[in-house]
């Protein structure tokens, strides 16, 4: 079927079961959608019923042999359904994505792996001396609601930044956007990519918040991620290059260190995601690709380890389907996935390592189970062959029915 225009939403965090490789990430056992079915099962059904007729439930059933707790597959599909496993190396939010680009992350990040004192003394002192400020807090594995709670009123009084960090390959700084100031948190986060890039710290991100104590203190929309670029071309910079749009919204940007991009929307919260993503399907022309991440499933349920905020938003999501398939045109395709798994009933407040499904709809497509892929880096392969770019060197192209 001819394609114009894709859609890629991502759903970061939606795993749908433990892949082979999860016990060497401590994450045997983990099932993100599963176990949220599972605990809304106990008082009534997880009710996603756009999504299960574009696949989920049996995408989830080609993961684990089952289907999700009193969530019963519908008699109709509408889409098609894969699951896919990662082949990148770690299971954060750039290897997730750029592997579903077409380029997965093979070797290993640099990480900070001792939860205190975790970062080494001899960068903190050129962090310090390089940018002047008056020393830091935190340097310790930490959930940036907690820290930011437990640190922020100091933070304030001092005028020093909490550095802190997690199992990703991350470099977090949380300041105040008042008394810090958000300008000078960018240009020290920028410093310290600069620092960081010879260790291959795949992300720097700026986590700024408002507030005035430890009881009112909220993280803001100002988040910026300083990341790594890809190593090798994505299919994002292919179509670029070949002429096409891309139009990232939310954090897209930051993910591909704004490589591939035609235009960045920033948006924060669902609900805007939503309205950017509908409004840039509103001007996107042909031979363009339309990518979202939504990013409150894993940053404000999955993270904060609440099943019930993460179903209830899942629920939400699914709701918000019905316009966009009436927006949509006969030669659009929609494809809906995920980065990596963040169970929210979980221990700790790290990402887990799960396979993912992959959703495909375009009207009067004919629903076609695509089975269970190797990699993520297949939804790459499939855009790159829809749009006659040059194929990606990972990943095969879905065989999808006319």
Same mark, same amino acid.
């Given at each position: 079927?001819?394609?114009?225009?894709?859609?890629?939403?991502?759903?970061?965090?939606?795993?749908? #079961?433990?892949?082979?490789?999860?016990?060497?990430?401590?994450?045997? #056992?983990?099932?993100?959608?599963?176990?949220?079915?599972?605990?809304?099962?106990?008082?009534?059904?997880?009710?996603?019923?756009?999504?299960?007729?574009?696949?989920?439930?049996?995408?989830?059933?080609?993961?684990?042999?089952?289907?999700?707790?009193?969530?019963?597959?519908?008699?109709?599909?509408?889409?098609?359904?894969?699951?896919?496993?990662?082949?990148?190396?770690?299971?954060?939010?750039?290897?997730?994505?750029?592997?579903?680009?077409?380029?997965?992350?093979?070797?290993?990040?640099?990480?900070?792996?001792?939860?205190?004192?975790?970062?080494?003394?001899?960068?903190?002192?050129?962090?310090?001396?390089?940018?002047?400020?008056?020393?830091?807090?935190?340097?310790?594995?930490?959930?940036?609601?907690?820290?930011? !709670?437990?640190?922020?009123?100091?933070?304030?009084?001092? #005028?020093?930044?909490?550095?802190?960090?997690?199992?990703?390959?991350?470099?977090?700084?949380?300041?105040?956007?008042?008394?810090?100031?958000?300008?000078?948190?960018?240009?020290?986060?920028?410093?310290?990519?600069?620092?960081?890039?010879?260790?291959?710290?795949?992300?720097?991100?700026?986590?700024?918040?408002?507030?005035?104590?430890?009881?009112?203190?909220?993280?803001?929309?100002?988040?910026?991620?300083?990341?790594?670029?890809?190593?090798?071309?994505?299919?994002?910079?292919?179509?670029?290059?070949?002429?096409?749009?891309?139009?990232?919204?939310?954090?897209?940007?930051?993910?591909?260190?704004?490589?591939?991009?035609?235009?960045?929307?920033?948006?924060?919260?669902?609900?805007?995601?939503?309205?950017?993503?509908?409004?840039?399907?509103?001007?996107?022309?042909?031979?363009?690709?339309?990518?979202?991440?939504?990013?409150?499933?894993?940053?404000?349920?999955?993270?904060?380890?609440?099943?019930?905020?993460?179903?209830?938003?899942?629920?939400?999501?699914?709701?918000?389907?019905?316009?966009?398939?009436? !927006?949509? !045109?006969?030669?659009?395709?929609?494809?809906?996935?995920?980065?990596?798994?963040?169970?929210?009933?979980?221990?700790?407040?790290?990402?887990?390592?799960?396979?993912?499904?992959?959703?495909?709809?375009?009207?009067?497509?004919?629903?076609?189970?695509?089975?269970?892929?190797?990699?993520?880096?297949?939804?790459?392969?499939?855009?790159?062959?829809?749009?006659?770019?040059?194929?990606?060197?990972?990943?095969?192209?879905?065989?999808?029915?006319?």
């Amino acid at each position: 079927m001819q394609t114009d225009r894709i859609i890629l939403f991502v759903l970061d965090s939606l795993g749908i #079961g433990a892949s082979a490789d999860a016990a060497e990430f401590g994450d045997a #056992g983990a099932d993100t959608l599963g176990h949220i079915a599972e605990v809304f099962a106990k008082t009534h059904p997880l009710k996603l019923p756009n999504m299960c007729r574009l696949g989920l439930a049996h995408a989830y059933h080609t993961s684990t042999g089952d289907f999700p707790a009193s969530m019963a597959p519908p008699d109709t599909l509408l889409g098609s359904y894969a699951c896919a496993r990662e082949i990148s190396s770690g299971k954060d939010t750039p290897s997730g994505h750029w592997e579903m680009a077409g380029v997965p992350v093979l070797e290993d990040w640099g990480y900070f792996r001792n939860k205190e004192n975790s970062f080494p003394q001899s960068l903190l002192d050129e962090i310090v001396s390089r940018s002047g400020i008056p020393g830091y807090l935190g340097n310790c594995h930490a959930s940036g609601t907690e820290i930011i !709670k437990r640190l922020g009123e100091q933070h304030m009084q001092t #005028g020093q930044p909490i550095f802190y960090t997690s199992a990703d390959s991350v470099f977090q700084i949380a300041c105040h956007e008042q008394s810090f100031g958000l300008e000078r948190l960018y240009r020290l986060c920028e410093l310290c990519r600069e620092l960081l890039t010879p260790s291959n710290i795949a992300r720097v991100i700026a986590r700024p918040f408002t507030g005035t104590c430890a009881d009112n203190f909220r993280r803001t929309g100002n988040r910026h991620d300083y990341a790594l670029e890809p190593p090798s071309p994505t299919v994002l910079q292919k179509l670029v290059a070949d002429g096409g749009t891309v139009i990232g919204v939310g954090k897209i940007g930051d993910i591909f260190a704004h490589t591939g991009m035609s235009e960045e929307v920033r948006a924060s919260g669902h609900p805007a995601l939503w309205k950017e993503s509908l409004a840039a399907l509103d001007r996107a022309p042909a031979k363009s690709i339309i990518m979202t991440n939504f990013v409150d499933f894993d940053a404000v349920y999955g993270h904060r380890r609440d099943p019930v905020g993460y179903g209830s938003a899942l629920e939400e999501f699914d709701r918000q389907l019905a316009p966009l398939f009436a !927006k949509m !045109k006969p030669t659009d395709l929609l494809i809906l996935t995920a980065d990596h798994g963040n169970d929210p009933t979980w221990e700790g407040t790290d990402h887990t390592r799960e396979h993912v499904p992959i959703l495909l709809y375009q009207k009067n497509m004919p629903a076609t189970n695509l089975g269970f892929r190797e990699t993520f880096a297949d939804i790459g392969q499939t855009i790159a062959r829809i749009f006659n770019l040059p194929a990606c060197a990972h990943g095969s192209p879905f065989q999808i029915q006319d």
